[in-house]
Structure formats: structure tokens, C-alpha cells
């Protein structure tokens, strides 16, 4: 639980907001609700975006795995995305590996940020996923998003 009288000058969450799958290509998120978000305890908001914002670039994600990008927002609006490190799908299944969130600090470069969604894309047979390439809705490709207040402080365990 967050406490956020211990937490200086109010944090960084969000409030309320959604993401879905991008429209054309489908190969990023879209903002499908206005984000209402706090970055060191001021108020901000930016409207809903049905354009595609790719996830971030970055390697291919292996056949069989599992990973987790966390979707954010920066103060002047900015939404981006960065990746954590892909699992085995079976490891993650039967307990033997978790998925990370990313370290907050590694991705704020100018002022804070607030998280806004992690989407997961689990893949299956010989589905392969090029971050800003594959289409979030490909064959073997399965994306479930999930819309946070903040930072998670445990891994997700399965």
C-alpha cells in the first residue's frame, strides 16, 4: 500500500485513464480514455489518443516467452513505453521465474513519471514480437493490458 504522506511532494501515479491497441498497424497502444495523472504532486492531464504509440524498440521477443512493457507518462505528456526482460512462459507458469517491473529511476530522465498501463505479450507456437513491428492482435500473439495507479512493488508471479 502507498502512503502518501511518507512519499515528498504528493508522488507520481494515475488516475484514471485506459489503454487499448493502437488503430492502422496495430503495432502500439492507444490512449482510449482521457489520463488524468500526478507528477510530484501536481495535477495533469492529456487527452485521449487513438493514434498508435509504438512500444518501445527493442529486441525480438523469443518464441514461447512472456514480457512486460510498462507504459508511462511524463509531465509535458509524453507517453512511452520500455520493456523488461522476456521469460520462458512455462517458467513463469509453474513458478520457477517471475516478470520485473522496470526500475523507475532508469527510465526518468527529466522530472518524473507516472506509470500508466503494463501490457503483457505472452506468445505461443512459432510467434515471434519486434517491439513497434508485430501487431499487438497477431496470430499467436496474446496482449492483455492491465491499467495502474502506480508502480507495482512485487513482480507479477504468473
Known amino acids: 500500500m502507498i502512503n502518501l504522506n511518507d512519499v515528498q511532494r504528493g508522488g507520481?501515479?494515475?488516475?484514471?485513464?485506459?489503454?487499448?491497441?493502437?488503430?492502422?498497424a496495430k503495432t502500439g497502444v492507444a490512449i482510449?480514455?482521457?489520463?488524468?495523472?500526478?507528477?510530484?504532486?501536481?495535477r495533469?492531464?492529456?487527452?485521449?489518443?487513438?493514434t498508435n504509440l509504438p512500444?518501445?524498440?527493442g529486441p525480438l521477443q523469443p518464441v514461447l516467452t512472456t514480457c512486460l512493457y510498462l507504459?508511462?507518462?511524463?509531465?509535458?505528456?509524453?507517453?512511452?513505453?520500455?520493456?523488461?526482460?522476456?521469460?520462458?512462459?512455462?517458467?513463469?507458469?509453474?513458478g520457477a521465474a517471475v516478470l520485473k517491473w522496470p526500475?523507475?529511476?532508469?527510465?526518468?530522465?527529466?522530472?518524473?513519471?507516472?506509470?500508466v498501463a503494463a501490457v503483457r505479450i505472452t506468445l505461443a507456437s512459432t510467434a515471434t514480437f519486434?517491439?513497434?513491428?508485430?501487431?499487438?492482435?497477431?496470430?499467436?500473439v496474446t496482449t492483455t493490458y492491465t491499467q495502474l495507479f502506480s508502480?507495482?512493488?512485487?513482480?507479477?508471479?504468473?
Do not use: E
Not at 507520481?12 to 492502422?24: K, L, Q
Not at 517491439?131 to 496470430?139: E, F, I, K, R, S
Open 103 to 115: 526500475d523507475m529511476p532508469a527510465i526518468v530522465s527529466n522530472g518524473n513519471v507516472a506509470p
Open 71 to 94: 507504459i508511462y507518462v511524463n509531465a509535458a505528456g509524453t507517453v512511452a513505453a520500455i520493456a523488461v526482460k522476456p521469460v520462458l512462459s512455462a517458467d513463469l507458469a509453474n
Open 55 to 57: 512500444l518501445s524498440a
Open 32 to 42: 482510449t480514455t482521457a489520463l488524468a495523472f500526478m507528477i510530484d504532486g501536481v
Open 12 to 24: 507520481s501515479f494515475t488516475i484514471s485513464g485506459a489503454v487499448g491497441i493502437g488503430d492502422g
Open 130 to 140: 519486434q517491439p513497434g513491428v508485430t501487431a499487438l492482435d497477431a496470430a499467436n
Open 44 to 50: 495533469l492531464a492529456k487527452g485521449a489518443a487513438a
Open 151 to 158: 508502480l507495482p512493488a512485487n513482480p507479477l508471479q504468473s
